[in-house]
């Protein structure tokens, strides 16, 4: 079985540029995350869809992100316009409906942004 | 705020030494408590999970930790580590369902000299 997946794995764009980042979670998992990590501090949480449809998107910084799951499978993260703090690495997660059981989650191996 | 402390930032260690990791948590209520790993170039992957019942665990790779609620701690350990063991290890809370968020620690970078 595929797992998680995040493309691209690094990307470095220039202040004030957009970058999208998308992450396929594995199939058939309703719950999808995402993460950041800047440099040398703890991951954070960004947000949470269960579906197509978000959760809590309590972690996001600010409205230059823009985060989407249509038809509930995969998700695209967008910078626009991207500045340095946004430098980190993004994960993605995604687990099963937990259905009263504990169902874990799985990670991307990240996309590394580098924002000059 | 919520918030996960681990204990040590980087943790040096000689092969077949023992391994104690240890982190706090500011929450109040159930939690669930997780060890994560990422070694060199891999993804983040799940070592083991506290959720309720017996406060000590078992988890992958001859890891094993400790939950002591009473001091809001969560303890990662191995009796005698590898070298294959040098890693980030990361100590992670989520509340309520297993679906919700999860908190992490700002991670323990341990190196193992053979």
């Known amino acids: 079985e595929a797992g998680v997946t995040q493309f691209p794995s690094h990307s470095v764009i220039e202040k004030g540029q957009t970058v999208t980042l998308r992450c396929d979670p594995i199939s058939g998992h309703d719950n999808l995350y995402w993460y950041r990590r800047v440099m040398g501090k703890e991951i954070k949480f960004l947000l949470h869809f269960v579906k197509e449809s978000k959760q809590d998107e309590s972690g996001m910084p600010n409205n230059r992100f823009l985060a989407e799951r249509t038809g509930g499978t995969y998700s695209t993260l967008k910078v626009q316009p991207a500045e340095l703090e946004d430098s980190g690495v993004y994960f993605c997660?995604?687990?099963?409906?937990?259905?009263?059981?504990?169902?874990?989650?799985?990670f991307g191996p990240g996309t590394r942004l580098t924002v000059l | 705020a919520q918030s996960v402390s681990q204990h040590n930032h980087h943790v040096i260690l000689s092969e077949a030494a023992s391994l104690e990791l240890g982190c706090n948590y500011s929450?109040?209520?159930?939690?669930?408590l997780f060890w994560y790993v990422q070694y060199p170039g891999q993804h983040l992957q799940l070592l083991l999970k506290?959720?309720?019942?017996?406060?000590l665990v078992k988890g992958i790779k001859g890891f094993e930790a400790e939950f002591i609620k009473s001091k809001f701690s969560f303890y990662l350990r191995k009796p005698s580590v590898q070298w294959s063991d040098t890693a980030e290890y990361f100590c992670?809370?989520?509340?309520?369902?297993?679906?919700?968020?999860?908190?992490f620690g700002s991670g323990t970078r341990l190196s193992i000299r053979p």
């Open positions: 992670a809370v989520n509340r309520g369902s297993s679906a919700s968020k999860i908190i």
């Open positions: 997660a995604s687990s099963q409906d937990p259905g009263g059981s504990y169902n874990e989650q799985f």
């Open positions: 506290y959720f309720s019942g017996d406060p």
């Open positions: 929450y109040g209520g159930t939690v669930n």
